[in-house]
Nanobody, 126 residues
């Protein structure tokens, strides 16, 4: 699976951004798509994940109630795009955000994710 992330940028504290992850290739074997982030000097952190076919979601505690992961409602996810709506952004949300896919489950451990897109920078200024 090939993944292409977009939508990052600079936003003020309390603002919103929506990230998109477009998937192509062997998406038929995809079980879940997720978002991770990595701030300077820190490890890769789980943010959210969603089943590729279905509505089950999974969030990190740090983003619950502020971030929403979703996918296209087109039949059979024909557009192959997953979104991360980020509201009430905080300076600590500043990071490079990566989308990922795997064929097995909704995992928070990044080593269990098989495919990765390039990152998109999100900067929250105070």
């Amino acid at each position: 699976v090939q993944l292409q992330a977009s939508g990052g940028g600079l936003v003020q504290v309390g603002g919103s951004l929506r990230l998109a992850c477009a998937a192509s290739g062997r998406t038929s074997s995809t079980y879940a798509t997720g978002w991770f982030r990595q701030a300077p000097g820190k490890g890769r952190e789980f943010v959210a994940a969603i089943r590729w076919m279905g509505s089950t979601t999974y969030y990190a505690d740090s983003v619950k109630g502020r971030f929403t992961i979703s996918r296209d409602n087109a039949k059979n996810n024909a557009k192959n795009t997953v979104y991360l709506q980020m509201n009430s952004l905080k300076p600590e949300d500043t990071a490079v955000y990566y989308c990922a896919a795997n064929s097995e489950g909704l995992y928070s451990d990044y080593v269990r994710w098989e495919s990765w897109g390039q990152g998109t920078q999100v900067t929250v200024s105070s």
